[in-house]
């Protein structure tokens, strides 16, 4: 706090000269004066946990001050996991929020902390001391363990309180009397009151009266704060967890697992909502709220809020439909089997029957997924946001009477165009649970024209008793295949493909694809022993920055001349000697290296006349008058480039003997004519990489970190 109190001050200080510079450019301002309203306030946060409240109730019950903060800010409901991610029970709970990772990383699945990943995984105020130490931290709870464990020894302050009035009363305090930057405030009445008598009875929603009129207090605090003007304060009120009608938690149900995130602050819209929030994302939102930079080694589960990108799913939501075949989701608006724009569903290889919700792929939410049936791991998409894909050969098979047969499903994206780059970043939420024998993997397939068939990029284990051998985002660095001629393909679609008995289910979401910046332009190029040549004479030829062993056509253009061929060594360089034709006539021109993959990397090559007789010379030299050196029978010994284009003339069109020549030399158009001669590489070829090239048959995908 101390430390804190010194960047107070060092702040205001700057603001006080900024403010002086503002005025100086304008209307002096007096030393001292109001610190301008556009200065950057300082961020603060508050998240204030209830426990036990359901959000059900607690919208019906009279709890004014939380009404008021949805008003002004952000309301969003989602899902807890449960068992066997962890029972809906409160060590679980908070240890999400406080983390911004779900119980299969924290490893907190009951209140007894047996276990915890806290190390790997720390709550966020211990995140903000190692990240800005300056800054003042602060917990108190009325459950001990939320000052004793879930929040860590490096948090400035945690403090017990000895009920919810005390709590109330010492968050007061310190917001009030102190300069906190981060708090955390933990009330737990509201959980008593639902395990005396249940979420549905009249204590309950006095305890959530009452609970509300303690956060009114809080965050009038906040409000009342002497330099409040300057703060920026983000407050979130959040639950660990809600409560059965009749009182108790820890299992599956709906009221049991739903909670929510009620936010407000300057980065939020008053009275908006989302879909596609849960507590996870508390951290991280407060963390960005501080300007922390999240680290991708954290590898939180939770996006700071305005971070959540929403994907093409999502875009199903006003498409949901209601139940069908499934009775016990009837009132649960949540499932299509609508796909999204460019993307398809091959039930080409699905039998006829089944449940209608569940035939083939389909897109729903958490509550029409994880309530088709309590108990069978569905509860634990907790990486899933509103709408997602799912594929589930038990609960298409399970309405009566079950057909037994095979469930053959593929998901197919859209094209996703390709910009030149040798890999493609690619990701997914999964949710892959198998039961009884089922295969489920992803196929790259390419654009048609590529001529290359679909590659795998993930197969998953077929076998298993109820279990979710994957629950992550899965993240590959696909290296993509070339063609014969090492040409990459145009585009890419992934295929999720999963067929089963009566097994189990996989669920994705969030698919992205993503490339590398496209490479820079290709390092190919050639060069020549000389810039100009005399026609049947040799020049050599040299290169770098080829693909090992690439073959490649030497030509002398525009009208194409071959010159032979070269081949790159090991190290993508070349060295070949060519002779240029004698019947090439004089004149500017380009040689030319065609790569195996069609494209050209070329150079200016000035062609003079070929040695003549001393008579043609003479004429030549005669007629022209400035093209003496090209005269003379030795003329091959290369005059000037400049005076080459001269010798051409000459050679054209005053020698007997090399008329046949100059006549082919005005088919063969000059190139370059107006360039300068001399040494310039233009070599820079349209397409292809070099160094990897057509060493590659097939792609490969590297699963990646992150
Ligand atoms: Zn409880």
Same mark, same amino acid.
Request: charged share 20%.
């Given at each position: 706090?101390?430390?804190?109190?010194?960047?107070?001050?060092?702040?205001?200080?700057?603001?006080?000269?900024?403010?002086?510079?503002?005025?100086?450019?304008?209307?002096?301002?007096?030393?001292?004066?109001?610190?301008?309203?556009?200065?950057?306030?300082?961020?603060?946060?508050?998240?204030?946990?209830?426990?036990?409240?359901?959000?059900?109730?607690?919208?019906?019950?009279?709890?004014?001050?939380?009404?008021?903060?949805?008003?002004?800010?952000?309301?969003?409901?989602?899902?807890?996991?449960?068992?066997?991610?962890?029972?809906?029970?409160?060590?679980?709970?908070?240890?999400?929020?406080?983390?911004?990772?779900?119980?299969?990383?924290?490893?907190?699945?009951?209140?007894?902390?047996?276990?915890?990943?806290?190390?790997?995984?720390?709550?966020?105020?211990?995140?903000?001391?190692?990240?800005?130490?300056?800054?003042?931290?602060?917990?108190?709870?009325?459950?001990?363990?939320?000052?004793?464990?879930?929040?860590?020894?490096?948090?400035?302050?945690?403090?017990?309180?000895?009920?919810?009035?005390?709590?109330?009363?010492?968050?007061?305090?310190?917001?009030?009397?102190?300069?906190?930057?981060?708090?955390?405030?933990?009330?737990?009445?509201?959980?008593?009151?639902?395990?005396?008598?249940?979420?549905?009875?009249?204590?309950?929603?006095?305890?959530?009266?009452?609970?509300?009129?303690?956060?009114?207090?809080?965050?009038?605090?906040?409000?009342?704060?002497?330099?409040?003007?300057?703060?920026?304060?983000?407050?979130?009120?959040?639950?660990?967890?809600?409560?059965?009608?009749?009182?108790?938690?820890?299992?599956?149900?709906?009221?049991?697992?739903?909670?929510?995130?009620?936010?407000?602050?300057?980065?939020?819209?008053?009275?908006?909502?989302?879909?596609?929030?849960?507590?996870?994302?508390?951290?991280?939102?407060?963390?960005?709220?501080?300007?922390?930079?999240?680290?991708?080694?954290?590898?939180?589960?939770?996006?700071?809020?305005?971070?959540?990108?929403?994907?093409?799913?999502?875009?199903?939501?006003?498409?949901?439909?209601?139940?069908?075949?499934?009775?016990?989701?009837?009132?649960?608006?949540?499932?299509?089997?609508?796909?999204?724009?460019?993307?398809?569903?091959?039930?080409?290889?699905?039998?006829?029957?089944?449940?209608?919700?569940?035939?083939?792929?389909?897109?729903?939410?958490?509550?029409?997924?994880?309530?088709?049936?309590?108990?069978?791991?569905?509860?634990?998409?907790?990486?899933?946001?509103?709408?997602?894909?799912?594929?589930?050969?038990?609960?298409?098979?399970?309405?009566?009477?079950?057909?037994?047969?095979?469930?053959?499903?593929?998901?197919?994206?859209?094209?996703?165009?390709?910009?030149?780059?040798?890999?493609?970043?690619?990701?997914?939420?999964?949710?892959?649970?198998?039961?009884?024998?089922?295969?489920?993997?992803?196929?790259?397939?390419?654009?048609?024209?590529?001529?290359?068939?679909?590659?795998?990029?993930?197969?998953?284990?077929?076998?298993?008793?109820?279990?979710?051998?994957?629950?992550?985002?899965?993240?590959?660095?696909?290296?993509?295949?070339?063609?014969?001629?090492?040409?990459?393909?145009?585009?890419?679609?992934?295929?999720?493909?999963?067929?089963?008995?009566?097994?189990?289910?996989?669920?994705?979401?969030?698919?992205?694809?993503?490339?590398?910046?496209?490479?820079?332009?290709?390092?190919?190029?050639?060069?020549?022993?000389?810039?100009?040549?005399?026609?049947?004479?040799?020049?050599?030829?040299?290169?770098?920055?080829?693909?090992?062993?690439?073959?490649?056509?030497?030509?002398?253009?525009?009208?194409?001349?071959?010159?032979?061929?070269?081949?790159?060594?090991?190290?993508?360089?070349?060295?070949?000697?060519?002779?240029?034709?004698?019947?090439?006539?004089?004149?500017?021109?380009?040689?030319?290296?065609?790569?195996?993959?069609?494209?050209?990397?070329?150079?200016?090559?000035?062609?003079?006349?070929?040695?003549?007789? +001393? $008579? =043609?010379?003479? !004429?030549?030299? &005669? *007629?022209?008058?400035? /093209?003496? #050196?090209?005269?003379? @029978?030795? %003329?091959?010994?290369?005059?000037?480039?400049?005076? +080459? $284009? =001269?010798?051409? !003339?000459?050679? &054209? *069109?005053?020698?007997? /003997?090399? #008329?046949?020549?100059? @006549?082919? %030399?005005?088919?063969?158009?000059?190139?370059?004519?107006?360039?300068?001669?001399?040494?310039?590489?233009?070599?820079?070829?349209?397409?292809?990489?070099?160094?990897?090239?057509?060493?590659?048959?097939?792609?490969?995908?590297?699963?990646?970190?992150?």
């Amino acid at each position: 706090m101390r430390k804190h109190a010194v960047a107070a001050s060092a702040a205001a200080v700057l603001l006080g000269i900024s403010g002086v510079c503002a005025g100086s450019a304008a209307n002096a301002t007096p030393t001292g004066a109001p610190v301008p309203t556009d200065a950057p306030r300082t961020p603060k946060t508050l998240v204030i946990g209830v426990d036990g409240a359901s959000f059900d109730v607690l919208e019906q019950a009279e709890t004014p001050s939380i009404h008021a903060l949805q008003q002004g800010g952000l309301t969003a409901t989602s899902n807890l996991p449960a068992s066997p991610m962890a029972p809906t029970v409160s060590g679980a709970g908070w240890s999400t929020i406080a983390t911004g990772v779900w119980p299969d990383k924290h490893r907190v699945t009951d209140n007894n902390f047996t276990n915890p990943n806290y190390a790997q995984f720390p709550d966020y105020l211990t995140r903000i001391e190692q990240a800005a130490p300056q800054r003042s931290t602060f917990v108190v709870g009325t459950w001990g363990p939320i000052s004793t464990t879930v929040f860590g020894s490096a948090v400035d302050e945690r403090v017990q309180g000895k009920n919810d009035a005390d709590t109330t009363a010492k968050a007061v305090e310190r917001l009030s009397t102190g300069n906190p930057d981060d708090v955390f405030v933990h009330l737990d009445e509201v959980d008593g009151a639902g395990h005396s008598t249940g979420s549905s009875s009249a204590a309950y929603r006095a305890a959530l009266k009452t609970a509300d009129q303690q956060i009114a207090k809080i965050v009038g605090a906040v409000e009342q704060r002497p330099d409040y003007a300057n703060e920026d304060w983000l407050i979130v009120v959040t639950a660990d967890h809600g409560h059965t009608p009749t009182g108790g938690h820890g299992g599956a149900s709906r009221l049991e697992r739903k909670t929510f995130v009620i936010a407000k602050g300057a980065e939020f819209a008053a009275g908006s909502t989302r879909d596609d929030v849960r507590i996870a994302d508390i951290a991280p939102t407060v963390l960005a709220h501080d300007g922390i930079a999240r680290k991708t080694d954290w590898e939180l589960d939770g996006e700071a809020v305005n971070d959540i990108v929403p994907d093409d799913f999502d875009a199903l939501r006003p498409k949901l439909r209601g139940a069908v075949d499934e009775k016990g989701l009837v009132g649960i608006t949540g499932w299509t089997n609508e796909a999204p724009e460019g993307w398809t569903v091959d039930n080409s290889k699905m039998p006829t029957g089944g449940s209608t919700e569940f035939r083939g792929w389909t897109f729903m939410t958490d509550d029409f997924f994880s309530n088709a049936e309590l108990g069978q791991h569905r509860e634990n998409n907790v990486r899933s946001r509103n709408v997602f894909a799912v594929a589930d050969s038990d609960e298409w098979d399970d309405v009566s009477p079950k057909s037994s047969r095979n469930f053959d499903s593929t998901l197919v994206t859209p094209e996703y165009p390709l910009n030149g780059a040798a890999t493609v970043d690619i990701s997914f939420v999964s949710d892959y649970a198998v039961d009884d024998p089922q295969g489920a993997g992803v196929r790259v397939s390419f654009d048609e024209a590529s001529g290359l068939q679909p590659q795998k990029l993930v197969d998953y284990p077929a076998n298993g008793t109820r279990a979710n051998p994957v629950n992550q985002v899965e993240h590959f660095s696909y290296e993509l295949p070339r063609d014969a001629k090492g040409r990459l393909p145009k585009s890419i679609r992934l295929n999720f493909s999963y067929s089963g008995i009566n097994s189990a289910f996989w669920a994705i979401d969030q698919v992205r694809v993503s490339q590398p910046d496209a490479p820079t332009p290709d390092p190919a190029a050639i060069a020549v022993s000389a810039p100009s040549v005399a026609a049947g004479s040799a020049v050599t030829v040299t290169g770098t920055g080829f693909a090992p062993g690439e073959q490649l056509a030497l030509e002398l253009h525009s009208t194409p001349v071959s010159l032979g061929t070269a081949t790159a060594d090991a190290s993508g360089t070349l060295s070949q000697r060519v002779t240029i034709p004698a019947s090439a006539p004089a004149g500017a021109h380009t040689l030319v290296a065609k790569r195996a993959d069609g494209s050209e990397v070329a150079i200016p090559l000035a062609i003079t006349a070929a040695p003549g007789t +001393g $008579a =043609n010379g003479s !004429t030549g030299s &005669g *007629a022209n008058g400035t /093209a003496a #050196g090209n005269g003379t @029978a030795a %003329g091959g010994s290369v005059g000037s480039g400049a005076n +080459g $284009a =001269n010798g051409a !003339t000459a050679a &054209g *069109a005053g020698t007997d /003997a090399q #008329g046949t020549a100059g @006549a082919k %030399g005005d088919g063969l158009a000059v190139t370059g004519a107006s360039d300068p001669a001399g040494i310039v590489i233009l070599g820079a070829a349209l397409l292809a990489l070099a160094g990897v090239g057509i060493a590659f048959g097939t792609g490969r995908a590297r699963r990646t970190a992150a």
